[in-house]
């Protein structure tokens, strides 16, 4: 599923500050949930990959091993910052993703070379 519409942009060699919007009929709300709809995990641990990859010209990128935390719920209609970084000599992209003020989620994925 493609990232949401980026608003905002932020580039440097190794980093990369994206402001985005998330409208509430985004099909990543459908049936998570109805009657509160949040952005799953997957959805934020995939557009990390996706943009890093983008950003950063690694190659279709296989995670060898990744650490998530998720701290706070996003939902529909909040502007989002997603802040990725990429460490080149350990093939390590570290990712945040905060709501206003406060850190929604954060982590670091190892990526190998696709086969």
Do not use: C
């Amino acid at each position: 599923m493609r990232p949401p519409v980026t608003l905002k942009e932020r580039t440097g060699p190794d980093h990369v500050l994206l402001e985005m919007a998330l409208p509430v009929e985004s099909e990543v709300f459908v049936d998570h949930f109805p009657v509160y709809p949040v952005l799953a995990g997957v959805f934020q641990i995939d557009w990390a990959i996706t943009l890093g990859a983008e950003y950063f010209e690694f190659a279709p990128p296989v995670a060898t091993d990744f650490r998530v935390k998720f701290r706070r719920v996003i939902g529909p209609t909040n502007r989002l910052q997603l802040d990725l970084q990429w460490d080149g000599s350990a093939r390590a992209l570290s990712f945040e993703y905060r709501n206003r003020d406060e850190v929604a989620s954060f982590g670091k994925i190892k990526v190998g070379k696709s086969r």
